[in-house]
């Protein structure tokens, strides 16, 4: 499809799209299981004169990150961020040049640099993420998320965000939830961009953090990030930080992988109406299709939870009208 | 002064307290510097029209809790509360009759198990405060402070808190801030308290840590406290957690003793209009008066600091109308 023609179908999409929002917060969603059970679960909790009714305060919902609120594939994208932090950084270090895995990144040889399994990756990360302080890694990371594109779609990383999941938030917000995000990923990289992109708030995003020290920089106070794991915000760390953060247990928890298997079980083992849900990445046309063999975000152990509880299971493939906001992987399927 | 008599001196008091509420938010402040600074600084960031303007999403205050926004003498509360623990606990524990801190505490003897300093006490809190389920510590602390009274004042520990503070609280939600503690105290117990007490919920409650485990407990999830430190919220930590959990810098902060001074320095720092407030125990006759010498809550370092960088000092004693919501530990002065 030539783009000025894709340009007016996507025009008359979202007109249509903005007509029937009043009636549908979530149009962007088919009428199927997955739709229907969130609204079901919203309603009964928020009517007044609900059973299950449950106060705004308690209203949480927690979000993971990567494959639930934006794509995964072919890479997390902090990983990304990293590789282009290793080749920005290399002339700084000449080593690197002879030393795996930054020789491999360097090379572009990705195979090799993923080879070396997660203590190389931790590696990177540390040498990429630490040593300056926390105002300096926000601008870092906001001019990468400005500029760097997904290696695939050619889009920038936060044009990679689901439109339903964008729709959900807004619409759970409507209703009294209070969204947070509870992501593996770096809690200081999701900051810069949640609140623009997701209308998540600092102080509402959970994530993996480095140990960060209080000193004196130039005779100023400063925060500086230092190339030591804090905690890894994953499995069974999920819970452990929503309690850390929140100090109360969510009502509705949403995953796309085993590691937020653990959040959802705390979720959906809580008193009174719970909503557990597992985004599936079934669509091969529009995003990525995989799930039990993935060696990115893996779901084998929680979709059976997720099937033997009669968890929500989201078919993307089947459940959502569009996928991303502004386009499709496939732009035949707008 | 007979009970029958300081009764209806203190309706009285109310009723007046009442009238004048609408006109002065901060009514049981006196008149001086420090409340003009305070209602100077709430309007010049909250006015539209303001060089100094800040959106509502960015005034976030942040309060210490022991000295600040309730009384720490003759000991932190959380210590009296590990005490209690201890002798609750003694039948399971027959080892403790002979073991030091845990004789001592036993034997009323606080001298002897305050002279074991920092490990010891950490030896009691690990003991006391560990090997449950957070579910089941916040009931153990609920119960305790529904109970538990104040060795001077005979109160409960909750009625042991600052009106002053109590209206200030009030004072900057209803200019659009979000107040969170940050304290040196255990984050779960002062969660049990918070909401109910000073109108702050779970989420905006920072503080100390012991390291959490999920794990299955009869069959379902649960989140079990180890005996291990996670995170101590005092002095450098401060700015790191309220980095931690906000991610942003507040604009104002409130202590009372050295261990907030980084927390002060990290918020006065920033650009724009800031706040930065030493609560001072000056006040023998109604509270306590105590500073560059006390054990517990010194304010030394900080007192000479804030008077470097005109920071705003309460004088507990000609600054606040009232210390106490229900009564003054003198009654007279009501």
């Known amino acids: 499809m030539p783009w000025r023609l894709f340009g007016l179908a996507t025009v008359t999409a979202f007109a249509l799209n903005a007509t029937q929002a009043v009636a549908d917060p979530l149009s962007s969603w088919n009428d199927g299981p997955a739709k229907r059970s969130i609204i079901e679960f919203v309603a009964k909790v928020s009517a007044p004169e609900s059973p299950d009714y449950v106060p705004p305060a308690e209203r949480i919902a927690v979000f993971d990150n990567d494959g639930t609120l934006w794509a995964e594939q072919p890479l997390y994208f902090q990983l990304l961020f990293a590789f282009d932090r290793v080749r920005a950084l290399a002339s700084d270090h000449p080593e690197w040049k002879d030393t795996q895995p930054f020789k491999a990144v360097l090379e572009g040889d990705l195979d090799t640099a993923l080879s070396g399994g997660d203590q190389a990756l931790l590696e990177i990360i540390l040498a990429t993420h630490a040593g300056m ?149 079934t669509d091969a046309e529009r995003e990525w299709a995989y799930d039990r063999n993935s060696h990115i975000g893996r779901l084998d152990v929680g979709l059976d939870q997720a099937l033997q509880n009669d968890w929500t299971v989201v078919d993307m493939a089947s459940d959502w009208k569009y996928v991303f906001p502004i386009f499709d992987m496939n732009h035949e399927n707008r």
């Open 133 to 281: 302080t926390t105002a300096e890694f926000s601008a870092i990371a906001s001019d990468w998320l400005k500029t760097a594109k997904h290696p695939v779609s050619g889009r920038l990383f936060t044009e990679m965000v689901y439109q339903p999941m964008l729709d959900l938030l807004e619409y759970l917000r409507t209703n009294g939830f209070k969204t947070y995000i509870t992501s593996g990923g770096g809690i200081e990289l999701i900051r810069v961009f949640a609140e623009d992109v997701y209308g998540i708030p600092p102080e509402q995003v959970i994530g993996s953090s480095l140990k960060v020290q209080y000193e004196y920089r130039d005779g100023n106070p400063a925060l500086v990030r230092l190339p030591e794991i804090d905690f890894v915000d994953d499995k069974a760390g999920k819970p452990v930080a929503i309690n850390h953060h929140i100090g109360r247990r969510p009502i509705a928890a949403f995953g796309n992988s085993d590691g937020d298997l653990q959040m959802l079980q705390w979720t959906c083992a809580g008193d009174g109406a719970r909503l557990c849900v597992y985004v599936h990445h």
